[in-house]
């Protein structure tokens, strides 16, 4: 069932340069303001910046437009609410919005399921903490970022059809048309890749 | 002491991606409360996604979607923010002095019964849990044995205290194991004189494989 998905890959999920040079402020610092003076314009600068990204990613794993416009407008509300628990010393931005727009999507596809299996239940959360916790500070997402261009293209693909597909390993098999064990294995070493870079940077004061 | 029997990278992703059941999935945050090491895993999945979204290119919101955006914020917030911490749930008589985790400090455990001398199991209700699989605490004295039995589906045990060792090794508190059809006698020997308690989590129920095993089924319900 996912047959012509490989060859969709590269024109529905392009990437683009980043564009640091238009980024005069970062959103480590654009959050802080928020924070500090509820600033409206940093909040509509940020909005502009990541609202169209976070539509684009969650529409990658199945949602429609409309729903993954509605996901867009809730995760940059949640920043707007939640700017005084973000700490621009400890975290990244990046990863920060990343997770709070994830726990969303998550959030929102067990709603459904819910809705579909038990009609006459109601929504109830599950005390599951999900991913809030996973803080990644500023240095080590640059690691990250910069470690995921060196990946070898073939460990960057399991990396982008399980993130921007949403797919589990098995899918992805099927996807590429190669064994379980070959996926299992590419993402055991990119794993293994980012894990150690993460780590080396931080000798000894692995919290 | 940290754990050395780690959930695999796929499970780690399903569960970071949301696609576990209930109970794998309170399998998984049970470890992960216990092990760095895999927390640390789900640190890099969450900056690989950081970057991936950093460098997505957007898809354009509608024209009023900013608009929108800037009269959501001004209105009073309605619902009560959700705490972080959900309130620990009740915590049945039987479980003093046993060091619960906070995964399942705010996890509805249901009374204890007894399978067999000096072992107990105690259910824990999950919500959207299939019919078919089931998640328990089994708590098992120290000196006993447990009944041998095969799988049916895949079954994850997590420590939570005690020793015990099987044809992979020895697990201790926060160690986590996964078994299938493919391990076909499985065969767990408590170690120590410190009474065992685990998480299980339970795809499909455990056929015992001996005599004793059947009598004990309508009673375990396992
Ligand atoms: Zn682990």
Known sequence: ?207 | MSAIHHPGEDLLWDYFRGALAPGLRLSVSTHLDLCPQCRDDLRVFTAIGGALLETTEGVAMSDNALDLALARIERPVDLPEVSDAPAPARRPAFLEGFELPPSLQSAEIRGRYFVAPGVWMAPIALPGEPRAAKTYLMCVKAGMEMPEHTHRGREITVMLQGQYRDHKGLYQRGDFTQCDEADDRHMPVMMGDVDCLCLVAQEAAIIPKTWLGWLLKPIARI
């Open chain 1, 1 to 207: 069932m996912h047959f012509d998905r490989a060859l969709t890959i590269g024109s529905s999920v392009r990437m683009i340069s980043p564009d640091s040079k238009n980024c005069a402020e970062t959103p480590e610092a654009l959050i802080t303001r928020i924070a500090g003076t509820r600033d409206r314009a940093a909040y509509a600068t940020l909005f502009t910046r990541f609202a169209p990204r976070i539509k684009a990613f969650v529409m990658g794993q199945g949602m429609t437009a409309q729903e993954a416009e509605d996901l867009a407008q809730e995760a940059l509300l949640n920043v707007w609410r939640k700017a005084h628990m973000f700490d621009a010393s400890k975290a990244s931005a990046v990863t920060w919005i990343y997770s709070i727009a994830r726990n969303l999507r998550i959030d929102a596809a067990r709603k459904a399921k819910r809705v579909r299996e038990l009609p006459e239940d109601l929504w109830q959360g599950d005390g599951d903490k999900a991913a809030d916790e996973q803080i990644v500070d500023t240095q080590s997402a640059q690691i990250i970022k910069k470690m995921l261009d060196a990946l070898p293209p073939e460990q960057k693909d399991i990396l982008r059809l399980s993130f921007y597909e949403d797919l589990s390993q098995s899918d992805i098999a099927k996807t590429l048309s190669i064994p379980l064990g070959t996926v299992k294995s590419r993402l055991r070493l990119a794993m293994t890749r980012l894990r150690t870079a993460m780590d080396g940077k931080s000798t000894g004061v692995k919290s």
